[in-house]
C-alpha cells in the first residue's frame, strides 16, 4: 500500500540544543564549513546517511544521542560559538551600509533558486545564479527580499536504463521535512495569497520562508485545500505542464509573489522595496500587478507604468528566442478579461505590453504574448549577463526601439559571478586564508597569488582529484546497479579513472546548442586521446535534458554508449543526477573545464569560473563570460568556425581543433614534468588564472555591479517619480503622451558642414549646423546630436560617437537652427550626421520611448579620407 499523504515529524531538541535548531533553519550553513562541521559531530554516521542534510539529520538522530550531547560540555560551548557567530553575521554592518543613496530593500523574483542540494528548487543555471545572488547579497547586506515558488517534486532525479536513456523520478518535497517556516499572520494563522482565476476559480497559496543568510526567500505553495485539484498541482514540479500550467505558474510567481512580498513586510516590519528586480521573463506580471495596486490609487495606466517602469530591473537570461516565454494572446485575454478583468487595467493595455514588435498591438490581432517583451517594456533598466550575451539582446530586441542603432539599444549587461565559499573547495579556502588572507572576498591583491608554493597548489589539486575519482566510482557502480549490472560485473569500477591522469570535466544543462557531443565528432580521434599510454586523459561527464526534449535525451544516449565501450569506459563516464553536490565535486576536481557551446548561444555559463577559483582551467569556445576575459594565458580558446553555415561542417572544424588543443597543448603541458615533480607551466598558468580571473568571477563582483549600476540609480528613479504623491510620474505620463503625439513633426531639415576645407586632416574641427522643425514641440523636449565616426562600404557609421548640438534660434514657424563642433579625431574614412531624439531628465537613455528623427537624405555627408 502507498500512503496518501506524506509529512516529516521533527524531533523536539533538549533546551540546551536550541540553538542547534536556529543553524539549522538559517542556510547559511551550505556555505560556512564550521558549522558543517558542527552538524557532522551531533552523529557523524548519520551525517554522512543522510547526505549532509542538516534537517533530515536532526529527523534522523536518535533522542539518546541528543541528550548525550546536551551534557557534553565542549560540544555546548561550540554550539554556542557557532550561533554567536551567526547572530554576528546577521547583524554587523557590512558593504552595503557604506553607500548613502542605497535603496531600503529590493525585491528579487526568480522562478527557481539553487541554494542547497537539501532545498532542490533549481534545474540550471539560472537557479545556481540566483541562489549564489541572493548568498552574495548577504554576506555584503545587500537587503534583498527574493521570491519564488515552492515545488514539491523539485525538477526532477535523473537515471538512465539498460540502454543509456535518461529516466526522470519526481520524489515528493515535504516542507516540513526541509530548512523553511510558515509565514504566519498576528493570529498564528498561515499567510495566504489569492489570485482570481477565468470562469470563477481562485488560485490559493501559503507563503514558506528560507532563511538564506540575511536574505528572506519566500516560496509560494499552492498545495492548500482551498484549492481544486488542477490549482494545487500548479506547484507541482519546476518546469513540467502545459501551456496552461505554466501560465498559472507564472501568474502565481509575478503577481502571487508581490502579494506576498506585502505581506511579509506588514507581519514582519520589514522596509518594503524601492526596487523590484525581473530575474529573466518568468516573473514578468509583476509589473502587472504594481500597476494594479497603482491605478487603484488613482494614478492612471500610463502614470502607473512609469512609477512601475523607474523602480524595475530585468535581466535576460537567454540568448536564443527559443528559450523565452511566449503565450497565446487569448490566453491572456481570457486571465485579464471578461468577469476576471481588473477594474482599473484594460486588458487590451496588457496585451499591447507583451505583443512583439510588428505584431498587433492589442486585442485578440497579438498572435502571441512575450514575456521578456513585457518585462523589457515595464522596466527603465535591462541588462543582459555578459558583454557578449548584451550585444545578442541589443540585437534580439532591437525590434522595441524601431530607428536605432543597435548600439543605441538600452540593453546594458552584467556578467554573472560565482559565490566562492560555496563551489571553491574548503583546503583552497584554506591555503588563501593562511597566506591570503580574506583574499577570496575582496577584489584587490589577487596578484599574491604567485606567492602560493608550487607543491602546495599542487599538493592540494592531487587531493581534489581524487576525492572526484572516489566518488564518481560510487556514483558509476550505482548507475550501473540501476541499469541492471551485477555487481559480479562491476569489478572494473574500482580501477575506472585515474586519480594522477589529466581530468576534463564537462556537465551542463543539455539542449542542442551545448553541443554534449561535439567530443564524439570523431570517436578514433577521442579514444586516442583518452588511452595515450604517455599523455593519458580522462573525462567525467553529467547532465541532464529537459523531460520533454527527446533529442537532448538521444544526445546523453550517444555519450553514454559510447562511454560502455569496454575499451574506454576507465577514461570517460557519465554520472547521472547532476546536482549541486555532484557541480561541486567536479568544478573543484577538474583539471580542465570543458565548454564548446555554439557561439554566441551561450549567454554566461559560469561552472568555468567555479573551475578557475579552484585552480582549473578554461578549455573553451569563445562564448559567454568566456569571450570577455580570455586573455591567451589563463586557459585555452577553441577557435570558431564563424561564418559557416552547414552545422555539420561547423561541428567538423570545431571538433578538430578542440582534439588538437587537448593533444598538442593541454594534455602536454599537465604531462611536462621537466624535474620529475610538478608540471611547473601547468601550475604558472594556474597561478596567473586565478590572479587575474579570482576578481572578476565573483558574485561579490556581480552584486556590487548590480547595486551601484542598477539598484541606486532605479532607486533614486522610483523615489523621484513618487513624489508628491506620483505626481512626477503624472508629469512624466503627461509629457510622453503629448511628445509621442507630436513627434511625427519633427524633422531634420538641413545640414551644413564648414571649417574642414578640401583636404581634412586629423586634429581638425568642422563646425555642423542643422535646421530642425519641432512642429509643436519646444528646444527643451528634444536633444540634437551630430553622430559621427568610422563609415561602411554602405556609408553607414560603426559605433558613432555623439556631440550635443545647441538650439541658437527658434522661429516662429516651429524650426530651430542648433550649432556644434564634430572633433576629426581619428584617420581614414569619415561621416557624420545629425539626429534628433526626445529628452527628459527622468529619461534613462536616448532611446527609451523608441522614437527619432533622422535625415531623410545624407545631407551634407562627408566621406573624405583624413590625413
Known amino acids: 500500500m502507498r500512503a496518501i499523504r506524506r509529512f516529516t515529524v521533527r524531533t523536539v531538541l533538549p533546551v540546551e540544543l536550541a540553538p542547534l535548531g536556529e543553524l539549522v533553519q538559517n542556510l547559511r550553513w551550505s556555505w560556512h564549513p564550521e558549522t558543517m562541521d558542527l552538524f557532522a559531530e551531533v552523529d557523524p554516521d548519520t551525517w554522512q ?223 518594503e522595496p524601492e526596487v523590484f528586480h525581473t530575474n529573466e521573463g518568468h516573473a514578468g506580471f509583476l509589473g502587472l500587478e ?183 566510482r560510487d556514483r558509476l557502480r550505482a548507475s550501473w546497479r540501476a541499469r541492471g549490472a551485477s555487481t559480479a560485473e ?47 586523459v580522462q573525462i567525467v561527464i553529467a547532465g541532464k535534458a529537459h523531460p520533454a526534449d527527446e533529442g537532448g535525451k538521444r544526445l546523453i544516449q550517444q555519450i553514454v554508449k559510447f562511454a560502455d565501450g569496454e575499451d574506454v569506459r576507465h577514461r570517460i563516464v557519465f554520472l547521472p543526477d547532476y546536482d549541486m553536490n555532484l557541480g561541486q565535486l567536479l568544478v573543484q576536481g577538474c583539471d580542465v573545464w570543458m565548454n564548446n557551446p555554439l557561439r554566441p548561444l551561450e549567454a554566461c555559463g559560469t561552472s568555468g569560473m567555479k573551475a578557475a577559483l579552484n585552480g582549473g582551467l578554461n578549455l573553451s569556445i569563445r562564448d559567454g563570460w568566456w569571450d570577455e576575459w580570455y586573455d591567451g594565458n589563463n586557459g585555452w580558446a577553441v577557435p570558431t568556425a564563424d561564418g559557416v553555415e552547414d552545422p555539420d561542417r561547423r561541428d567538423d572544424i570545431e571538433a578538430a581543433a578542440l582534439y588538437d588543443l587537448i593533444e598538442r597543448e593541454v594534455a602536454d603541458r599537465f604531462y611536462d614534468r621537466a624535474d620529475g615533480t610538478h608540471p611547473r607551466r601547468w601550475l604558472d598558468m594556474v597561478k596567473h588564472t586565478l590572479s587575474s580571473l579570482g576578481p572578476k568571477v565573483l558574485a561579490g563582483r556581480m552584486l556590487r555591479d548590480y547595486v551601484v549600476d542598477l539598484y541606486t540609480p532605479a532607486a533614486g528613479s522610483a523615489r523621484e517619480l513618487s513624489k508628491d504623491d506620483h505626481g512626477r510620474a503624472r508629469e512624466f505620463a503627461a509629457w510622453k503622451l503629448r511628445l509621442t503625439r507630436a513627434w511625427p513633426g519633427v524633422r531634420v531639415e538641413h545640414i551644413e558642414a564648414s571649417g574642414i576645407g578640401d583636404t581634412p586632416e586629423l586634429g581638425a574641427a568642422m563646425e555642423i549646423r542643422a535646421t530642425v522643425a519641432l512642429g509643436e514641440l519646444s528646444p527643451e523636449d528634444v536633444s540634437v546630436q551630430a553622430a559621427y565616426g568610422k563609415v561602411g562600404v554602405h556609408d553607414e557609421l560603426i559605433g558613432p560617437s555623439y556631440v550635443l548640438l545647441s538650439a541658437d534660434t527658434t522661429g516662429d514657424d516651429g524650426k530651430a537652427a542648433y550649432t556644434g563642433v564634430v572633433p576629426l579625431d581619428r584617420t581614414g574614412a569619415f561621416g557624420y550626421t545629425v539626429r534628433a531624439v526626445p529628452d527628459h531628465p527622468l529619461m534613462s537613455s536616448p532611446a527609451e520611448l523608441g522614437l527619432i528623427a533622422v535625415p531623410e537624405e545624407p545631407a551634407g555627408m562627408t566621406n573624405g579620407t583624413l590625413r
Open 49 to 271: 546517511r543522510v547526505g549532509h542534510d542538516p534537517v533530515a539529520l536532526l529527523g534522523a538522530v536518535e533522542a539518546d544521542r541528543l541528550a548525550e550531547l546536551a551534557r557534553d560540555r565542549r560540544f555546548l560551548r561550540r554550539l554556542a560559538d557557532a550561533a554567536d557567530d551567526l547572530r554576528e553575521y546577521m547583524t554587523a554592518p557590512r558593504w552595503y551600509q557604506t553607500l548613502p543613496e542605497a535603496p531600503a530593500a529590493i525585491g528579487y523574483f526568480s522562478p527557481e533558486y539553487g541554494i542547497a542540494a537539501a532545498l532542490p528548487q533549481y534545474s540550471g543555471g539560472l537557479g545556481i545564479l540566483a541562489g549564489d545572488h541572493l548568498k552574495a547579497a548577504s554576506d555584503l547586506a545587500v537587503p534583498i527580499l527574493a521570491v519564488g515558488l515552492l515545488y514539491r517534486h523539485g525538477y526532477f532525479s535523473q537515471s538512465l536504463s539498460a540502454e543509456g536513456w535518461q529516466q526522470e523520478h519526481y520524489p515528493s518535497l515535504d516542507p516540513g521535512g526541509l530548512p523553511l517556516s510558515h509565514l504566519k499572520e498576528e493570529d498564528g494563522t498561515p499567510a495566504r495569497v489569492a489570485i482570481p482565476l477565468p470562469g470563477g476559480r481562485t488560485l490559493h497559496a501559503q507563503i514558506w520562508v528560507a532563511q538564506v543568510g540575511r536574505v528572506p526567500l519566500l516560496l509560494l505553495d499552492s498545495d492548500v485545500a482551498e484549492n481544486d485539484n488542477a490549482a494545487r498541482d500548479v506547484t507541482d514540479r519546476l518546469y513540467g505542464g502545459g501551456t496552461d500550467h505554466r501560465l498559472m505558474q507564472e501568474l502565481l510567481l509575478g503577481i502571487g509573489g508581490v502579494r506576498a512580498l506585502r505581506a511579509y513586510c506588514r507581519i514582519t516590519g520589514h522596509p
Open 290 to 472: 504594481r500597476i494594479r495596486e497603482l491605478t487603484e490609487h488613482r494614478l492612471s495606466f500610463d502614470e502607473a507604468i512609469e512609477a512601475v517602469r523607474a523602480g524595475t530591473v530585468f535581466t535576460t537570461h537567454t540568448p536564443v528566442p527559443a528559450g523565452i516565454d511566449r503565450f497565446p494572446a487569448e490566453m491572456i485575454e481570457r486571465q485579464f478579461g471578461g468577469e476576471n478583468a481588473w477594474p482599473t487595467v484594460p486588458v487590451e493595455r496588457i496585451l499591447a505590453l507583451g505583443a512583439e514588435p510588428g505584431s498587433p498591438e492589442a486585442g485578440s490581432g497579438a498572435a502571441v504574448f512575450n514575456m521578456a517583451v513585457m518585462g523589457m517594456r515595464l522596466a527603465q533598466r535591462v541588462n543582459g549577463v555578459s558583454e557578449l550575451h548584451g550585444e545578442v539582446s541589443r540585437g534580439m530586441f532591437q525590434g522595441l526601439w524601431p530607428g536605432f542603432d543597435l548600439d543605441d539599444v538600452p540593453i546594458g549587461s552584467i556578467t554573472n559571478g560565482v559565490h566562492a565559499p560555496t563551489w571553491v573547495a574548503r583546503e583552497v579556502m584554506e591555503l588563501a586564508g593562511q597566506e591570503l588572507p580574506t583574499l577570496i572576498e575582496r577584489a584587490q591583491g589577487w596578484e599574491s597569488v604567485q606567492k602560493l608554493s608550487d607543491e602546495d597548489i599542487w599538493s592540494i589539486r592531487g587531493k581534489l582529484r581524487g576525492r572526484l575519482v572516489d566518488a564518481a
Open 490 to 536: 562491476l569489478g572494473w569500477i574500482d580501477e575506472a579513472l585515474d586519480p594522477d591522469a589529466l581530468t576534463i570535466g564537462f556537465a551542463r544543462r543539455v539542449p542542442s546548442y551545448k553541443r554534449l557531443t561535439l567530443m564524439l565528432k570523431d570517436p578514433a580521434r577521442l579514444k586516442e586521446l583518452l588511452l595515450d599510454p604517455d599523455k593519458p
